[in-house]
């Protein structure tokens, strides 16, 4: 096996040998290459929703089943297993070159992802089904050079952005539009179910089959902006947020009394400790672990939740920094409709800067630079969040300017359209562009969603963002120098040089 599509990668260079670092073991790394390189060489003829299906499932975290990666490249292939050699050749290409494709490649998945989620709801992207051939046979023509694929690599981030733009539609017009909501983190007594990943469609058939059942639903990870729809709020069973971030699984699942249901990334290899009681739907698998199909029928999951029978008393579990509730629901229809008083609150001083803090979050020690950022912030300034990363802070007080709250969590990882399109309307109040407006993001990436982000951010041309806990091991020293001449992008250093350089 050779995978180096997270943050997490061994030794900062790439996964090998018997097992990757997230519990991948080398049989699904290759069968993941097959699925790739199957769809790589039939773009031209596979439908969107297969290459929406194939790519989702190789994102890290999201499939550890070889029946359903077989399954996947059966339905695309007829037995012909040389297409495995279409992936391995881009991992032998020139340094800048497999850079470039693997950029895009990760890219690629990340957007499937959101397209996944845009379609179940019953929206499809008309560009998407041109780009994905496109971009797939850019990757697999040996012929390119870096010149051919740099621009490849930012309309990833462009198509990404129109991705974004289609499930922040397909989200609003079907659940309503967030509004701030507190969330708490105590689990009443009772039998629950807790879900987690980013699939709002899966909660909503989830709380519809739960109805008058006496099983109360929880939020886990970056499910928890759904408490900020009115769609969900009408659920009184859905009551708050079961944990913190997803690396943290399987100590805070560990003899639980409540069930689980992954319906997009981030699954760790379930432990013993509650492995009977975690299931999985759509892209999601993990061998042995019952599969939700399509029929979406979730009564294994609640039987389970019923016969474990939760906790005989209310339980909480606090946040990382003893917090007992968080907030969410700050989307960009919320935070333009107060926009007035924040131009104000920036013109009279009151709030001298906004930080963008945001991303993934995972079990590398460096991440603790992200929570100390967050509380060495200057009590004049206001922190957006998005996305898991926000775990590491997000049950601080900051407290409050002029009652516009000093921390706003605008939602899911593909929520970062909310944060662009706020940016853009400050730009304009402002009449300046993005980049001059007193904004600086601070970004912390995982997984490959974070990837295509970051590509939208540069193809709208913003600079200085800063990234951490470290560099993509995927980034050549060629392709690097690219993104630091053009974008002045910087990995982070600690929270006092980087918040003085900011702030000076
Ligand atoms: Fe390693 Fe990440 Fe690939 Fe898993 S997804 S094998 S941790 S690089
Ligand atoms: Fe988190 Fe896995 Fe990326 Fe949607 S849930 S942000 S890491």
């Avoid at 996944?116 to 797939?136: D, I, M, R």
């Amino acid at each position: 096996m050779f995978c180096y599509q997270c943050e997490q990668t061994a030794g900062l260079t790439g996964c090998q040998g018997k097992t990757g670092v997230c519990g991948k073991s080398a049989e699904i790394a290759d069968l993941q290459d097959e699925l790739t390189g199957a769809i790589i060489s039939n773009a031209d003829r596979l439908t969107n929703k297969q290459i929406i299906g194939g790519l989702f499932t190789t994102l890290t975290n999201v499939n550890f089943d070889a029946e359903t990666i077989n399954r996947q490249i059966s339905s695309i292939i007829d037995g012909d297993k040389s297409y495995a050699s279409v992936v391995n050749r881009i991992w032998q290409a020139n340094e800048d070159v497999r850079s470039l494709k693997s950029l895009i490649l990760f890219g690629l998945r990340g957007i499937a992802a959101y397209a996944h989620h845009a379609l179940v709801l019953g929206y499809q992207s008309e560009g998407l089904t041109e780009f994905f051939p496109k971009a797939l046979k850019a990757i697999g023509n040996e012929e390119l050079t870096v010149n051919d694929l740099l621009p490849l690599t930012l309309e990833v981030g462009a198509e990404n952005l129109k991705c974004m733009e289609l499930l922040d539609r397909a989200n609003t017009e079907t659940f309503g539009c967030p509004h701030p909501a507190t969330v708490t983190q105590t689990i009443d007594a009772g039998p629950f179910i807790v879900v987690s990943g980013h699939d709002l469609n899966d909660l909503k058939l989830l709380l519809e089959q739960t109805q008058d059942q006496d099983v109360s639903i929880y939020t886990h990870g970056e499910m928890l902006p759904a408490h900020g729809y009115p769609e969900f709020r009408k659920y009184p069973h859905l009551k708050g947020n079961f944990g913190t971030a997803w690396q943290n699984q399987q100590k805070e699942f560990a003899e639980v009394p409540g069930a689980f249901l992954f319906t997009t990334n981030c699954l760790m290899p379930p432990k013993e400790t509650y492995s009977d009681r975690v299931f999985t739907t759509a892209q999601v698998g993990y061998s042995n672990l019952v599969h939700i199909d399509e029929n979406k029928d979730f009564s294994p999951v609640i039987g389970k939740a019923k016969k474990l029978g939760g906790y005989a008393q209310s339980h909480t579990i606090l946040g990382i920094n003893g917090g007992t509730k968080v907030m969410t629901g700050f989307g960009h229809g919320t935070v333009l409709s107060i926009a007035g008083k924040v131009i104000e609150a920036v013109k009279s001083g009151a709030i001298k800067h906004f930080f963008l803090v945001g991303g993934c979050d995972g079990a590398r020690a460096g991440r603790n630079y992200f929570t100390d950022f967050v509380k060495k912030t200057p009590v004049d300034t206001v922190i957006l969040t998005l996305a898991c990363g926000k775990f590491r802070f997000n049950d601080l007080d900051l407290g409050n300017i002029g009652g516009i709250p000093r921390l706003l969590d605008m939602g899911q990882c593909n929520d970062a359209y909310s944060a662009i399109k706020v940016a853009v309307a400050l730009a304009e109040a402002f009449g300046c562009g993005v980049n001059d407006l007193p904004l600086s993001l601070v970004l912390s990436w995982y997984e490959q969603k974070a990837v295509c982000i970051l590509l939208t951010l540069l193809h709208l041309g913003i600079r200085n963002i800063k990234l951490g806990p470290t560099l993509p091991a995927f980034v050549s020293q060629g392709v690097l120098k690219v993104l630091v001449n053009n974008f002045a992008i910087a990995p982070i250093t600690t929270p006092e040089q980087d918040l003085k350089e900011i702030l000076s």
